[in-house]
């Protein structure tokens, strides 16, 4: 069996699970690296983009809407803890399969895969993106994750009103788009409740269009702005699943830089003497561009010490 095929395998079959596993009683907690929307009934795994915002907005509660003292720090310790317990689920996760959440598990990642799909069925050409553009735009998905981060936590500190308390999913497009797949059609409504209320709902609804639209003309292009990625790249460093170039295999054919749907090039322009671990910043850890390579073991997937996958002529498993 090809790679590329049971990816495609493991992204549906996740896609299933994550988005109507609820309906079977799965649970898979609520720390999953993924866009796997909570606003769906039937979620069985829950991203922990919610949770994260959630204990940042409960963090520091106590100390501003109880009397203070002993009790109010014994509160935001229990806090702390929860969150705690929260976040490390989440590092390990991401430590033991790294940017592979993305290109194989996260349902919103399969959505735009086929949206991809339907623009190759209808001969529409892809969009292109200049490198210098690609890489200021790339920077974006940072600053989405500081808004993630900043205003729950003004919201726990009493500055900013309760409606920053969830600022991500407000305007995220997946609580727009996956609910459909469940046949839920509230979020395209108008909440006109509060100013507030009203500045997100338009936001969210024209966010959701603006990435149905450039998901079609341009391959996973949400991927460029999603927190979740950059979330994820923060512990790089650490991750067990990698993708490693062995330069004096490499047939310098540019396969690998062609087959990304990110359209990076790090595994191409690599030239060290030694193995190099490779993980561009917009990497999704898919390894299509490893199985794009026709090279004897020049690119390779690999977790800790142990070699999943390696290219080769044959390109199969």
């Known amino acids: 069996m090809s790679l590329n095929r049971l990816r495609l395998i493991v992204q549906h079959l996740s896609f299933f699970v994550l988005t109507y596993g609820g309906y079977f009683r799965i649970s898979l907690g609520n720390s999953v690296p993924c866009l796997s929307c909570p606003f769906i009934a039937s979620c069985s795994g829950r991203c922990y983009l919610m949770i994260y915002q959630r204990g940042l907005s409960n963090l520091f509660g106590p100390l501003v809407y109880a009397s203070g003292g002993f009790e109010g720090w014994d509160l935001v310790w229990d806090n702390f803890k929860n969150f705690l317990v929260g976040f490390s689920l989440f590092v390990l996760l991401v430590v033991v399969l ?13 959505v735009q895969d086929w949206l991809g799909r339907l623009r190759r069925l209808f001969k529409v050409r892809e969009s ?16 989405v994750l500081a808004y993630v981060s900043f205003f729950p936590l003004m919201v726990g500190l009493g500055w900013v009103p309760r409606e920053f308390s969830l600022a991500w999913c407000r305007i995220c497009p997946a609580k727009v788009l996956m609910p459909l797949f469940v046949g839920d059609f509230a979020a395209l409504s108008m909440d006109s409740g509060t100013l507030i ?8 609804l024209g966010l959701a269009a603006l990435t149905l ?4 003309l341009k ?5 460029l702005f999603c927190p979740m990625l ?4 923060l512990f790089q460093r650490w991750q067990l699943l990698r993708l490693v170039k062995v330069p004096r295999s490499c047939l310098g054919c540019g396969s690998c830089r062609s087959g990304c749907a990110m359209d990076n090039d790090a ?23 490893a199985a794009s390579c026709s090279s004897e073991g020049g690119l390779n997937a690999r977790l800790g010490p142990i070699t999943l996958f390696s290219s080769n002529r044959k390109k199969s498993l």
């Open 213 to 216: 639209v450039g998901s079609f």
């Open 219 to 223: 391959d996973r292009l949400f991927c």
């Open 98 to 110: 790294g940017k592979s959440w993305c290109g194989w598990v996260c349902p919103f990642g399969v």
């Open 267 to 289: 595994s191409y322009r690599e030239k060290s003497p030694k193995e190099t671990r490779l993980y561009a910043p917009d990497c999704l850890g898919c390894f299509k561009c």
């Open 197 to 204: 209320m009203t500045a997100f709902s338009l936001t969210i």
């Open 230 to 233: 950059a979330f994820i790249n």
């Open 128 to 143: 292109e993106i200049g490198p210098l553009t690609k890489k200021r735009l790339s920077t974006v998905k940072y600053v």
